[in-house]
């Protein structure tokens, strides 16, 4: 009988948390994962803020040296894209005809950058930033740049934003939105970010929309707005969402609705095939009643975690863990615990006009998310809050003088 | 050659023979493959995932913690008197022999 087989889709975070999961559990078949990026498993979160700056290297970027795979067993392929697979018959196929056989599939394809399609966003020097080579193209090009124009006020858009800003370009920030990172963050959070941005001298517009890019072949040179304004460029960044990679799986007939159904335990409507990370439609119990999809590092490392678990044969258990988020712009360290929501209650935690604060949401009386802004240990505190169900109410929040940490249980005595 | 003895969460003792001056204790236990440290935030002081707990004979070796490590490592359930964010131990041929041992998760 051939060698019991685990093929992984994607070589993202998720895909390669699944693979270092099933051998840190003893998983001992073969373990193929596939990317087709021409990398090993790099982290992404540093493309925009320190690889960007060139405070760190390609190969510090590497989750694991490039000689990890093979001494442990892992079968990495890189370059190559997965391009059918066969349920019945349990196999995928690669763009270079190469077949696998698989006992269990995961798919861990992520997302892809979603494109702005306005005439000239394909003229040289207007940029996406998702990839290692994407970023490495916008490191090279930062030290000619002296205006660059950032499209979408996202977590992407700003931390780029930010970093160009610190090596001393005019930088310039558009967003159809009334304000930076609109679809996750409180209002009131967004309002301190406006603030805090503009002092580091990031202009921001919003309410407004590019009409086209202008330039020639030899590069954009302005972005024009319906509203007609022209900001000279000679460098353009689209950040403006992305779109999961559903089509291989649509293809094979899985259910797809914005990402591949999954169930509690991450399995598709395929029992022989899961999905995690960016790409998973998951019910979430910090999401009552909707399946979402999160694009985080935490989303994909706790998925990959509890799939490999479940393929290793442990007691089946529901994917439950706490949505956490963090985002670096420049000297802005904003970190999320829970769901993001709309229509909640915003407490304000710090001193007004403070880069150090905190807002915390409330529906009803129940905590559902805290977002925090230069207070690591406030974030850290609120997970256990949040995840503990841990009664708090609005006016301890806003009591700067109250100690949320007395709210914990205590701890156990030393041992 | 410097070396690092590092003590996983499953209590197995694991040797990195070459320790990489310059480089963190956290870089060196990831590219070692050390089981479950997950240092997911890679570095940046923003998550508390490559947490441990530093042999008190080389404790006072490392700078002291800035305020945003001693706020994380606070935060823990599982802080010790020598516990350090290992993203931020840089190591040197000197520290040859250390000794960290993997915190539980929080």
């Not at chain 1, 009988?1 to 699944?18: E, H, K, L």
């Not at chain 1, 995961?106 to 000239?120: E, I, Q």
């Not at chain 2, 700078?63 to 964010?85: F, G, K, M, N, Y």
Request: hydrophobic content about 40%.
């Amino acid at each position: 009988m051939a060698q019991p087989t685990v093929v992984i889709i994607g070589a993202g975070q998720a895909g390669f948390q699944v693979a270092v999961s099933l051998r840190e559990l003893h998983y001992d078949g073969r373990i193929v994962v596939i990317g087709d990026e021409p990398h090993a498993p790099y982290q992404r979160p540093p493309l925009s803020k320190i690889y960007l700056l060139g405070e760190c290297t390609d190969e510090q970027l590497l989750l694991r040296p490039a000689t990890y795979y093979a001494q442990h067993g892992i079968d990495l392929i890189t370059g190559k894209r997965a391009v059918a697979i066969d349920r019945s018959r349990r196999k995928v196929a690669l763009e270079d005809d190469s077949v696998i056989d698989y006992d269990h599939l995961v798919l861990a394809m992520g997302a892809r950058n979603r494109p702005l399609p306005v005439p000239g966003a394909d003229l040289p020097n207007v940029c996406f930033l998702r990839t290692m080579d994407e970023a490495a193209a916008l490191k090279a090009r930062l030290s000619h740049t002296k205006s660059a124009v950032v499209i979408g006020a996202g977590f992407i858009g700003l931390e780029f934003a930010a970093s160009a800003r610190k090596q001393g370009i005019d930088v310039t920030v558009l967003d159809v939105a009334d304000r930076p990172m609109a679809r996750a963050l409180s209002k009131t959070m967004s309002a301190v970010f406006m603030r805090e941005h503009e002092k580091l001298g990031i202009k921001l517009r919003f309410k407004t929309q590019v009409m086209h890019l202008l330039g020639g072949p030899e590069g954009v040179s302005a972005v024009e707005t319906v509203d007609g304004q022209v900001l000279p460029a000679d460098l353009v960044v689209i950040g403006i969402g992305v779109i999961p990679n559903v089509d291989l799986a649509a293809t094979c007939d899985l259910a797809v609705e914005n990402g591949i159904v999954v169930d509690e335990f991450l399995q598709t409507s395929d029992p022989y095939i899961s999905a995690v990370g960016d790409i998973a439609a998951h019910p979430n119990p910090y999401a009552p009643g909707a399946r979402v999809r999160l694009e985080s590092i935490q989303n994909a490392s706790d998925q990959a975690r509890c799939v490999a678990a479940r393929i290793m044969g442990q007691q089946p258990a529901a994917y439950d863990a706490l949505p956490w988020f963090w985002s670096t712009q420049g000297p802005l360290k904003l970190q999320m615990a829970g769901m993001p929501a709309a229509d909640c209650e915003e407490v304000f935690r710090g001193e007004p006009g403070g880069s150090v604060c905190s807002v915390f949401l409330f529906r009803g009386d129940k905590l559902v998310c805290v977002e925090t802004l230069n207070r690591p240990a406030e974030h850290m505190l609120a997970r256990k809050l949040i995840a503990q169900r841990i009664p708090v109410t609005p006016q301890q929040v806003a009591d700067l003088k109250f100690d949320l940490k007395s709210l914990l249980p205590k701890p156990p005595a030393a041992a | 050659m410097s070396k690092l003895i590092v003590a996983t969460r499953t209590g197995d003792e694991m040797v990195i023979e070459s320790g990489k001056p310059g480089r963190t204790v956290m870089e060196m236990m990831r590219d070692e493959g050390v089981p479950d440290l997950l240092a997911l935030c890679g570095g940046s002081r923003s998550c508390a995932t490559c947490h441990v707990w530093v042999d008190p004979a080389f404790a006072d070796r490392f700078p002291p913690a800035v305020e945003e490590e001693e706020e994380l490592l606070d935060s823990s359930s599982h802080r010790q008197p020598t516990s350090r964010l290992s993203c931020q131990l840089k190591w040197s041929d000197d520290l040859d022999g250390l000794r960290v041992t993997l915190a539980p998760d929080d």
